[in-house]
């Protein structure tokens, strides 16, 4: 998201997390999809996009080497959850934190609380 809406970060850290993706690919939870969608959603109503741009976005998303993870629903209730409370995350964060774990790819976050939990479990992090 904050390739996206890049008044929220710093824009060049963003663009070099994108540029990251563009050349090495990503892997993200099923959850992803609906993650990023309703953030478009909830930053059109705020205004801070149009209803113009978020198809636009969404094209340029699409477009991306991003994979759904196929194996998550068998470590959600399980290595996420135990993710979640032991890191104080919500379900939906700790997915992606236990995606990390597992397949020992740098987790991409700009949110704080996320990346402590990734320092503590010593994965490496963009962002």
Do not use: K
Not at 12 to 26: I, Y
Not at 33 to 49: K, Y
Not at 92 to 118: G, I, K, M, S, V
């Amino acid at each position: 998201m904050a390739w996206m809406l890049p008044a929220e970060v710093d824009r060049d850290r963003a663009a070099a997390v994108m540029e990251r993706v563009v050349l090495a690919g990503a892997i993200v939870p099923p959850l992803w999809h609906i993650e990023v969608g309703n953030a478009l959603i909830v930053n059109e109503r705020r205004g801070r996009l149009t209803p113009q741009q978020v198809p636009i976005l969404l094209r340029h998303l699409a477009a991306l080497p991003v994979s759904i993870d196929a194996d998550m629903a068998a470590w959600v209730w399980t290595d996420a959850v135990g993710l979640a409370r032991t890191h104080g995350l919500s379900l939906y964060d700790a997915t992606y934190l236990e995606l990390a774990r597992r397949t020992r790819l740098p987790l991409a976050t700009f949110d704080q609380r996320l990346a402590r939990a990734a320092a503590a479990e010593r994965l490496d992090r963009v962002g």
